[in-house]
């Protein structure tokens, strides 16, 4: 049989949605894959929402907004862009293919442009074949490095600096101090990476404690690295201290909402 | 509040929508699919659902089988959910209970040569909707006052015309202008077309009524500084010359600043040569009587518009004001030659096109060029002007030697127009222009309720246009103020206080400053101000925001429900 992935599109209602129905009405004909969930913007798509998606076996989504400019709501596509680009690199760290998200502009005036890109992206994802996630057994260490990664895009760290990303570059702090977009990527990809192992620290202590010694040869990282994250686990109230076994501490994760 | 803490109880309406939808679509058997789904009591077909007869279905089944959700599955709700939501309002079931599935305009329409695979889509669209609707909560839209009065912004031809209209409707208005003298563009245009008569005259009579009128407050010399508030009751701050500051509330907001004129510094020896001039200018001297006769004029076209890159946009009004200024250079010196280049005429409408058979008959020159050709203008001894250029129609470069080079240049967004979008939170197009809410459904609303647009501000367009929008829009602010009470959209956000930590992104974001911080720090939505883009919600650092009608867990319900999970 052959493989009929499953898209989930999230469409803001103003343009590209509006671009969906025009294809519709012009009787424009695109693959049947694609399933549309009709949100009031693209700035409504969270990364949570995106994640759970993936994680839930999705071959692909494709969130659609209005062209820069031309956002019902001013600007709340630029806003899912600079979401978008920070979960591609998220979904890269966890061996999913980052191709399996994608972003594009449609207006209302664009039906045609809206079929290709359907079309395109459907081909695209047919060459990737099934997501590792999809189907009864899915790939099960990319499945719990995507639950981490969710559990990162949950964290605070992240959310501010992605909910901030566009004030910081394009007006500056409180005090009035510019980032450069360089700088931004930095620090960035700095949290991106801190608080995706942390998130994958906490998963593994939540299913046994562990000492730091099995904790970096399990992640493969520098003991040093561990503690410091552990360090920064407990102090956020998510990991103790289970038991010392002869001189050795084993950590485990404490229930929180995250 | 009915609907609320009950087992829901979905009715499921599908559609042939003729053949449109059944022709592709295997209609029956989505709606026995639908009755399968859990929660689902009800499921039936109809030819046309949102015929009369399929409002008395719907509203029937309402009562029939006590339904307290109800599904559509037809077209676009960008069409027709006000209609459906309306008939189930009617029925007694709120109407944020009701949801949709396009089954037409993203399914049978889009896949007619897939029966098979468009009818499985349409199943999946309705579990979709199914699973939207077991967890939809039924909304109430708050109702406000709206104050009798209203703000125009600019005092122009367009914003005189809307000020004297809701006067006399018995509204009070405020005209801000900029300029010290109210009239705008038009003080500068010397005759009208196509009935020639003078600007002024029309204009003074204006600008006497909108002096003269009780209702009218009219500042001149004055600024915007400030707006917040929303629908009925805006605050308005306003600076005038000296420096003072003045407050007001309003409860609508016309926008209509008109737009600047592009000064083509560099193009056609324009600011190089002194009888390089623009069409502004040449009504200028026109109307002091500072014309000297000229032997030959030549005028450009398209100045500066049309372009590849850039300024895209036909101003619309350049074809016909060259005509006018032809004419009247040939009244005023028949002898004179006028050559109007051009590189498409567009005289629209019927009194234009005759207008432009008459310049015809007037022995006005017309040449077509290419832009791939534009023409050349350089100067030779003594201050005459060659212009050379690609005559279309001969297939060959002609060149001729003028007095007068005039420049057709587009209307252009003033330079401020920018930081009043930022005051007033409403978009501004590509072009620079305000953008409207709906370039056809709704051309002279912005997004943001109670803010409208007229006149040039919106787009190039001549007097007649700029003051028929200046009527609509007086009409549009009319009716919530004519309304006194208005119910506004529930689609809103809400902060869970409990989890909020004050971090104030959502309060930096949101682009309509409808979330402010209060006493103790917590993040608070003013309802009425929120338009439901949800942004805030998915930049929540906390996720302490919920989305009314479009919240987290209704829309992984439909993800979830797209990719096969049945929900109970």
């Known amino acids: 049989m052959t493989f009929e992935p499953r898209i989930i599109g999230f469409l803001c209602n103003w343009c590209s949605y509006a671009g969906a129905d025009l294809a519709g009405v012009s009787r424009i004909q695109y693959p049947t894959n694609i399933r549309i969930i009709r949100l009031m913007c693209s700035g409504r798509v969270d990364p949570v929402i995106v994640l759970e998606t993936l994680i839930n076996g999705a071959d692909g989504v494709l969130v659609m907004g209005c062209h820069p400019g031309d956002c019902h709501y001013v600007e709340g596509n630029l806003y899912t862009e600079r979401k978008v680009k920070m979960l591609k690199k998220l979904i890269a760290r966890t061996g999913l293919e980052p191709e399996r998200l994608h972003l594009e502009w449609v207006s209302a005036s664009e039906g045609g442009r809206f079929a290709e890109l359907v079309r395109d992206f459907t081909n695209q994802i047919k060459a990737l074949g099934p997501s590792p996630l999809a189907g009864e057994k899915p790939n099960p260490v990319i499945l719990e490095n995507i639950l981490a990664a969710k559990s990162a895009a949950e964290d605070f760290r992240l959310r501010v600096l992605v909910g901030r990303e566009k004030e910081l570059i394009e007006k500056g702090n409180v005090y009035g101090e510019k980032t450069t977009q360089e700088e931004f990527d930095k620090t960035m990809d700095e949290a991106l990476r801190a608080e995706y192992v942390r998130s994958k620290i906490y998963f593994a202590v939540r299913k046994e404690p562990q000492s730091i010694k099995e904790l970096s040869k399990r992640l493969d990282l520098d003991p040093q690295m561990v503690l410091r994250h552990i360090v920064v686990l407990r102090r956020r109230g998510m990991v103790a201290v289970d038991r010392v076994d002869g001189t050795t501490p084993l950590y485990t994760a404490l229930e929180v909402g995250r | 509040m009915e609907g609320l803490g009950e087992t829901p109880r979905i009715g499921v309406f599908v559609c042939h929508c003729g053949i449109n939808i059944g022709g592709v679509v295997k209609v029956p058997d989505v709606v026995e699919y639908a009755k399968t789904l859990p929660g689902v009591v009800y499921a039936e077909n109809n030819l046309y659902t949102c015929s009369s007869e399929g409002i008395s279905k719907i509203q029937e089944g309402i009562a029939k089988y006590n339904l307290n959700r109800v599904i559509v599955a037809s077209c676009t709700p960008r069409t027709h959910e006000p209609l459906f939501r309306a008939a189930c309002e009617e029925a007694g079931v709120n109407r944020y209970l009701f949801e949709m599935a396009n089954i037409r305009d993203q399914c049978s329409w889009a896949h007619m040569h897939e029966p098979e695979k468009a009818t499985e889509k349409a199943k999946d669209l309705v579990r979709m909707a199914v699973a939207k609707a077991h967890l939809l909560k039924p909304l109430e839209e708050p109702e406000i006052d709206v104050a009798p009065s209203a703000l125009i912004i600019g005092g122009g031809i367009s914003g005189m015309t809307a000020a004297l209209c809701l006067a006399n409707q018995g509204f009070k208005v405020y005209v801000v202008e900029k300029e010290p003298e109210l009239g705008g563009m038009l003080r500068r245009i010397y005759k009208l077309y196509p009935s020639m008569e003078d600007a002024s005259e029309g204009l003074s009579r204006i600008v006497n009524s909108v002096r003269s009128n009780k209702s009218i407050n009219v500042l001149t010399s004055t600024v915007v500084k400030q707006v917040t508030g929303f629908i009925g009751n805006f605050e308005v701050v306003v600076e005038r010359a000296n420096g003072e500051t003045m407050n007001f509330g309003v409860g609508t907001i016309i926008v209509a600043t008109g737009a600047a004129n592009f000064e083509p510094i560099g193009m056609y020896g324009y600011g190089e040569y002194d009888n390089v001039i623009t069409q502004l200018q040449l009504e200028q001297l026109l109307k002091d009587g500072q014309l000297k006769k000229p032997e030959k004029v030549v005028m450009v076209q398209c100045v500066g518009a049309r372009e590849e890159k850039g300024r895209a946009y036909c101003s619309r009004i350049c074809c016909m004001n060259a005509l006018k200024n032809a004419i009247l250079i040939k009244e005023l010196y028949p002898e004179a030659e006028v050559y109007v280049l051009f590189r498409d005429l567009q005289t629209y409408g019927k009194e234009y096109e005759e207008y432009y058979s008459d310049t015809r008959r007037k022995f006005i ?204």
């Not at chain 2, 003033?414 to 072009?431: C, F, M, R, T, W």
């Not at chain 2, 007649?464 to 007086?474: D, K, L």
Request: with cysteine; hydrophobic share 40%.
């Open chain 2, 365 to 568: 020159q017309f040449i077509n060029y290419v832009s791939e050709r534009p023409p050349e203008v350089t100067s030779e001894p003594g201050g005459k002007l060659i212009v050379r250029t690609y005559d279309v129609l001969l297939g060959s470069e002609i060149e001729i030697d003028t007095d007068l080079v005039v420049l057709s240049t587009p209307l252009v967004p003033h330079e401020d127009a920018k930081e009043l979008s930022q005051i007033l939170k409403v978009p501004l197009g590509p072009d620079g222009f305000f953008f409207e809410a709906h370039v056809k459904l709704r051309p002279i609303d912005f997004a943001t309720d109670g803010i409208y647009v007229c006149g040039t501000a919106h787009s190039p367009k001549d007097t007649a246009e700029s003051v028929s929008q200046a009527f609509g829009v007086a009409s549009r602010a009319a009716i919530p103020m004519a309304v006194k009470r208005l119910r506004v959209e529930a689609i809103t956000a809400m902060v869970n206080e409990n989890v909020c930590t004050g971090c104030g992104t959502c309060v930096r974001l949101c682009p309509y400053g409808a979330i402010q911080k209060d006493e103790r720090g917590v993040a608070k939505v003013t309802s009425v101000v929120c338009k439901g883009c949800g942004t805030c919600a998915s930049s929540c650092p906390e996720r302490a925001i919920t989305m009314r009608h479009f919240t987290d867990e209704q829309i992984m319900a439909q993800a979830l429900a797209a990719l096969g999970r049945v929900f109970a």
